[in-house]
């Protein structure tokens, strides 16, 4: 279900600690899923995919891991910097609608402390 | 590459007024989304628009609110009648083609009806 009017949940980390922010899809057709990032008075900015063949890939500073089985995402960020104060969605890419929409999760806002 | 353009940024509309969106996507990008993002909120889908086509607008409310992408010119999300509910941040977004891909999303238009 949707998340209506309720507040983010927030991670709040110290500067250069590393950071995890979980994510639960719903749906088990989902093959393709991405992590965006929202600073304030922005649109989502892309961070990294994974497809539903892989449980792990790393980009910069960045790793996604996928668990199937529980329909489970998260992204760890290394040595997490101010700039990385955001929120954070997870996407999922639902393959029986025919078309390539992405549906978002509600998102977590990360505060990285100095 | 000037990106996902949005305009205006900011909208001020009477109740019963009408609120016209405009999106002009990456250079080399033909399809087009339009989500919609109350506060402290994921983004919802409304439409997915090719050239002159409507693809998916299952998110879409069925009256007030419309959509098109013609074959010269932005995506125009329309809102007429607007109300106080329809005040939100609309987000246009666009890629290359079908299948699988990461969306590139514009700065967003900040709907204020009062």
Redesign the interface.
Known sequence: G???????PTLSVQEGDNSIINCAYSNSAS??F?W?KQES??????II?I?SNMDKRQGQRVTVLLNKTVKHLSLQIAATQPGDSAVY?C?E?RVE???????????TRLTVIP | NAG?MQNPRHLVRRRGQEARLRCSPMKGHS?V?W?RQLP??????MV?LQKENI??E??MPKERFSAEFPKEGPSILRIQQVVRGDSAAY?C?S?SG???????????TRLTVV
């Open positions: 949707e998340s209506v009017g309720l507040h983010l093959d393709y991405i965006y008075g922005k649109g989502p900015q892309f995919d497809r969605f996407a890419n609608t025919g078309a390539n929409n992405l549906f978002f999760g509600t998102g | 996902v399809h989304y989500y402290e909120e994921g983004l919802k889908f997915y693809i998916d299952s998110g987000f977004a890629s079908t299948g699988q891909q990461q969306l590139t999303f514009g700065s967003g």
